[in-house]
Structures are given as structure tokens and as C-alpha cells.
């Protein structure tokens, strides 16, 4: 069973086959995931992760069917009179409905026990730890506004957090220098350092760490940001605020980037917090094209889990989609995390 929970799920050529596959299905839409269901549950709200996925499945003639999440996670395990059934009983129900799950939930603990009890595909819509469909379309507008040759400096300023591993992950597997800045008391562990260190040395990238925002984004070709109050946190603003007033993203700080440099944030934006207006409305911003790549991204993660068993049109390893060039698009290898 093939599931997408986090960046390392995939290799560097599974996820180049996702970006062309993508590409290519927004030139030529066809309907890879009719009689295809795809549950969506959601603990936590999402707008483009919700919204951009499911218009994605509709472009493609799939069914998105929208779970309660209360149905799901009431209780990892069932108590009489407490709780409804437990994940396990509600992920086997699922897998007789549904071709595969969408789920944005708390804790990655959670997903990898939805993975374990189903028998359908699980893909992260966000959790705790990770956040691998924002990583694919920011990777994927990184593309489109450099190429896809060229090696990036690529600095994030503000919180270690899921969308933040994410982005390192994927940019340190594409041999791009990722830098990270944020106050010291919000930083990451030792296992993910070594972890980001095994990854810089596997693909040719490079990992560095300031706490000076100004000496991080010196020269960098992207800034990017996110929140400094992650969901769930909001009781923390006070308590976090003042460690993170310094890692605004201003005109400041931006103009000590390249001149060229673009603007990235994962959305929603707290204006006036961890950016400012004229920084995010910047002529070289890129957070819309960001949030449409969701869109567009997702295409190429549901067709390439489902695609193959709709199409019936397999040559020499490759999924052939009909269009009036009959383009042929590479199959994804299915690999699940060691």
C-alpha cells in the first residue's frame, strides 16, 4: 500500500513525475479519476488545502466525499457509552466506500495508524509535524519562476514548524542551500538537524542555521514565512510574540535579499505580523501562484495514486493518457517509507 504522509514518502524522481504529470493535466484536463471516491477529513480548518484539492478533483471527474471528523477520530479506542467506534473500525468502513483518504489532522501519529488501518491510500493534508502537499506546490512555483535546473538559496525566517520541515526536506532533496532563521528557543531538535545534515550530504544541498534574519536572507533568491502562531497555539501568541517581533518579514529585511528574490507564504497570512503589506503585495510575491499550485499539484497526486487503475493504458512502465497529441505520461514507481 502506497501512502503520501510525509516529503520522504518520495524520491526525487517520484515527485519531478508528479510535477509533469500536473502540468500536463492542467493543459489537458481529462477525467483520470472517474467512479474514483475520495473521502476528505478534516480536524483542523483549511481554505486552499480544502478547497484547491477538491476543485482538483473535480477538474479530473473524481467524487470528494466529505467526512465529519468527529465520526473518525472520536477515540483511538472503543469505550461503551463514550465514544462512537474506534479508528480502526472506522477506517476499514471507509476502505469499502472510498479509493482514498485526504486527512488534516493533529497529530502524525494519527495518520500513521489511519495508513495502518485501512486499506486505501492516505494522503497528509497537514498534521503536527508535516505539511508535504504545501511543500510539492511550493517546490513546483520554485520551478516555474527559476526552471528547473537551477540550484536556489532558499531562506525561511520565523517558527520551526511543519510547513518549515517540509520545505527544507524538499528543497535540501533537490540539491538547493536551505537556510533557516528563527529565535533559538524555537528551533529544531538534534534528530532533525542530523536528519536535515543526511539529507544535505545524500543530494548535494546545503543546510544552514542563523539566529540573524538579516545574515540569513543576504543574497537569498527566496524568503519565505508562515505564521508565527501555528494552529492550536493561539494561546501561546503572547508567550511567542516577543521572541519573534525580530524575524518580521519587512522591506527591511527584504531589500537585504537579491534584488530578484521573490516572497513565499503558505497562507494564511497575518499581515502586519510575521509580514508586512508591502512585502506580501510585493510585485515579486508569489503567495497566489503559490496557493493556485495547489491546485494544480494536487491533479498529479490523485492521478498518480489513482490514475493507473482508471486508465487501463500502461506501455513500457508508463500510464498513456489519451489527448490529441497522445502525450505519455511516466507512472509513478509505488515505494513506501522504509
Same mark, same amino acid.
Given at each position: ?29 481529462? =477525467? ?41 477520530? !472520536? ?10 467506534? !474506534? ?7 471507509? %476502505? *469499502? ?6 486527512? $488534516?489532522?493533529?497529530?502524525? %501519529? ?7 488501518? /485501512? ?9 503536527? +509535524? ?12 520554485? *520551478? ?41 528557543? &524555537? ?21 544552514? +542555521? ?13 524568503? &519565505? ?6 494552529? /492550536? ?11 519573534? *517581533?525580530? &524575524? +518580521?518579514?519587512? %522591506? ?15 497562507? =494564511?497570512?497575518?499581515? /502586519? ?20 499550485? $495547489?491546485?494544480?499539484?494536487?491533479? /498529479? ?22 489527448? +490529441? ?9 509505488? $515505494? %513506501?517509507?522504509?
Amino acid at each position: 500500500m502506497n501512502h503520501l504522509l510525509t516529503i520522504g514518502d518520495l524520491d526525487t524522481y517520484q515527485i519531478q513525475s508528479i510535477f509533469d504529470l500536473s502540468e500536463q493535466l492542467e493543459k489537458y484536463p481529462k =477525467p483520470l479519476l472517474t467512479g474514483k471516491n475520495i473521502a476528505f477529513v478534516f480536524e483542523k480548518p483549511s481554505l486552499r488545502t480544502k478547497a484547491g484539492t477538491e476543485a482538483a478533483i473535480n477538474h479530473l471527474n473524481g467524487n470528494v466525499i466529505s467526512i465529519d471528523a468527529n465520526l473518525i477520530f !472520536s477515540s483511538g479506542k472503543a469505550v461503551p457509552f463514550s465514544s462512537r467506534e !474506534s479508528l480502526q473500525d472506522a477506517m476499514m468502513n471507509v %476502505s *469499502q466506500w472510498c479509493d482514498a483518504m485526504f486527512a $488534516r489532522v493533529y497529530s502524525h %501519529s494519527t495518520l500513521k495508524k489511519m495508513a495502518d488501518y /485501512g486499506e486505501i491510500p492516505v494522503v497528509n493534508a497537514l498534521c503536527d +509535524q508535516h505539511h508535504p502537499m504545501q511543500a510539492l506546490s511550493d517546490l513546483f512555483t520554485l *520551478q516555474q519562476n527559476f526552471g528547473k535546473d537551477q540550484k536556489l538559496t532558499i531562506t525561511y525566517v520565523g517558527d520551526a514548524n511543519n510547513v518549515a520541515f517540509s520545505l527544507i526536506e524538499i528543497g535540501l532533496k533537490f540539491g538547493h542551500t536551505m537556510k533557516f532563521s528563527g529565535p533559538e528557543n &524555537y528551533s529544531w531538535n538534534e534528530d532533525q538537524l542530523g536528519y536535515f545534515s543526511l539529507l544535505a550530504v545524500e543530494h548535494g544541498g546545503t543546510f544552514i +542555521q542563523t539566529i540573524d534574519p538579516f545574515e540569513a536572507v543576504y543574497e537569498t533568491d527566496v524568503i &519565505y514565512a508562515d505564521t508565527f502562531i501555528s494552529m /492550536g497555539e493561539e494561546h501561546l501568541y503572547d508567550e511567542k510574540i516577543k521572541y519573534f *517581533q525580530p &524575524y +518580521q518579514v519587512n %522591506s527591511k529585511l527584504f531589500s537585504h535579499a537579491k534584488s530578484s528574490a521573490g516572497f513565499m507564504h503558505c497562507l =494564511p497570512a497575518h499581515r /502586519g505580523i510575521e509580514v508586512t503589506d508591502d512585502v506580501i503585495d510585493h510585485k515579486n510575491s508569489w503567495v497566489y501562484q503559490q496557493a493556485k499550485n $495547489r491546485m494544480i499539484v494536487s491533479k /498529479g497526486v490523485f492521478a498518480t495514486f489513482l490514475a493507473g487503475e482508471t486508465t487501463k493504458i500502461k506501455t513500457n512502465g508508463s500510464v498513456k493518457v489519451p489527448s +490529441q497529441e497522445g502525450t505519455s505520461i511516466n507512472q509513478i514507481s509505488k $515505494r %513506501s517509507k522504509p
